[in-house]
């Protein structure tokens, strides 16, 4: 989901690197039986009053207790992701654990004023009360999360749920056996399964947690599965929070930076192999820009993975040779259709190994232009009319991200107010996510509901609207039987009051 931020605040980086062996041990997969995912909840079900009434200090100290495990097991978190698809330990750094350990430092910073009762005003037609919101978690929570990001797109949601106050259960994906199977570690270690519990298993399993009465979903993933988890909540009423994806735009106009655009759109578009649905999707360059921008950022390529990214330990790989074969799919329908490779285009099928791709002349109709990517490929366009630019983004689903280089604010402002996306960065790629201050998700077709910081906290929490009567209110005065008189003091109150 997320990337690195591209000037990461603290020294992360290690300089000492290991590669830990491709056959390293993981132990075998927790599946449940039917039986048993239906009792889990239904202990779940019984605790939810006792851990709803868990106090600040509480619920402060589970999310401590969550980050020092997170860190405990550091070393081996870096080791599965590594295992699973070859992902460097500084960018399991930068896009796993420091998000997840960022959101915690932020949430158990401002739980408190989060929690606290939120007194509204009373009209005047109901003086003589008082009214208030209270926060009350929403009960019983299904987290289900996704393999691109699996540390921090499973964490991330569960500090939300737990600060919120709720019962968890967690499923994540099973092209990540490695890393799911450490967060279960991780989770055992932390909480007792009648309050959190991570469920392992595939597409049965997940069937089986959406057909039980959840309070809350909290799915991140494909729009096409996000319909499906949204049909299944429908079944029992529950709310859902859908983090999707899309084809994130980018545009550089001609007045931006061709070396700062150049520089992040590589670095955005090419960490965790193009795997990130807030990677750009798609680029459009202003015409006169574009030669530019080609030769920059077949130059920042260079720099960040070198001449042959194969032998580079900081590219990472396809998660498995079924999205390998998806991506090159969607590569050779391009070809097809008339698109050029400018750079890149080498593949290991043993390796699941697609080299960073830039493809420009790629025609609209195709797959790698009507479909999320999701892997190293990014069709470049150029563009005279930035209006034109705007109608083609807007013929399409509302993108999850959409991105603007420009130096030009009237330019900027132009195309914000005339375009519709679930975030945006101005002059940067994809660190909104990092901004734990600022909601993330999509609309429409890239998600429904946000996430993250106090985002987040709301999504699993209910507002419960209270209004506490004190003393006799003039409203009493109009109850039945009606008269004259009080047609008056209704007639009164509707223009008045």
């Known amino acids: 989901m997320p990337w690195p931020f591209i000037f990461f605040p603290f020294a992360v980086f290690r300089f000492s690197f290991y590669l830990p062996s491709m056959e390293s041990s993981i132990s075998r997969s927790q599946t449940r039986s039917i039986e048993s995912i239906t009792a889990l909840f239904e202990q779940q079900k ?15 100290k589970k999310l401590k207790r969550l980050k020092n495990c997170i860190l405990k097991y550091r070393s081996q978190i870096q080791e599965a992701l ?7 330990p500084s960018e399991v750094d930068m896009t796993e654990i420091y998000p997840t350990t960022s959101e915690i430092k932020h949430t158990c910073a401002h739980l408190k004023d989060w929690m606290c009762d939120e007194k509204v005003v009373t009209p005047i037609a109901l003086l003589g009360s008082t009214s208030y919101i209270h926060k009350e978690p929403k009960g019983v929570v299904l987290i289900i999360s996704p393999w691109n990001f699996p540390i921090n797109l499973t964490f991330g949601p569960l500090v939300s749920a737990i600060a919120a106050g709720n019962c968890v259960i967690l499923k994540p994906s099973e092209h990540t056996p490695h890393a799911s ?23 049965e399993t997940a069937q089986q947690l959406l057909s039980l009465p959840f309070n809350h ?10 319909k499906i988890v949204m ?16 084809k994130s735009p980018t545009i550089v106009d001609e007045t931006a930076s061709v070396d700062v655009a150049a520089r992040r759109i590589a670095w955005g578009k090419f960490v965790n192999n193009g795997q990130i649905c807030i990677a750009p999707d798609y680029v459009f360059v202003h015409k006169s820009k574009m030669p530019a921008f080609k030769d920059k950022i077949k130059s920042y390529i260079h720099k960040f993975y070198s001449e042959d990214p194969s032998q580079e330990v900081s590219y990472a790989r396809m998660v498995n040779n079924n999205h390998y074969k998806r991506v090159l799919g969607y590569q050779e329908d391009a070809i097809n259709k008339g698109a050029h490779v400018i750079h890149g285009g080498k593949t290991k ?8 791709t830039l493809l420009e002349n790629v025609p609209m109709d195709s797959e790698l232009m009507t479909e999320e990517i999701f892997g190293p490929l990014l069709p470049l366009h ?29 330019k900027i402002n132009h195309i914000l107010n005339n375009t519709r996306a679930g975030g945006s960065c101005i002059n940067h790629t994809g660190v909104h996510f990092y901004n ?48 004259n008189f009080k047609q008056k003091l209704i007639d009164f109150t509707i223009k008045y009051l």
């Open 46 to 60: 019984q605790h939810q009053y006792e851990v709803a009434r868990s106090s600040v200090r509480a619920r402060i």
């Open 82 to 88: 590594y295992n699973d698809f070859r992902k460097h």
């Open 181 to 203: 199977s450490i967060m279960r570690k991780i989770v055992e270690e932390c909480f007792d399964e009648k309050e959190v519990a991570l469920v392992e298993g595939a597409v």
């Open 217 to 226: 979903i909290f799915f991140t993933g494909s729009p096409a599965v996000g």
């Open 231 to 246: 049909g299944a909540a429908a079944k029992n009423l529950a709310s859902v929070t859908l983090e999707l994806g899309g």
């Open 349 to 356: 099928h043993e390796e699941d190994y697609i080299e960073p």
């Open 382 to 410: 150029s563009y005279e009319n930035i209006d034109d630019v705007i109608k083609i983004i807007n013929g399409r689903e509302k993108p999850l991200a959409l991105y603007i280089y420009s130096r030009n604010k009237k």
């Open 436 to 483: 734990t201050h600022l909601p993330f998700g999509g609309s429409n077709n890239s998600g429904i509901g946000k996430a993250g910081g106090k985002a987040g906290f709301d999504a699993f929490t209910n507002n419960r609207g209270i209004l506490k009567q004190n003393m006799p209110n003039a409203l009493e005065l109009l109850t039945p039987p009606y008269n």
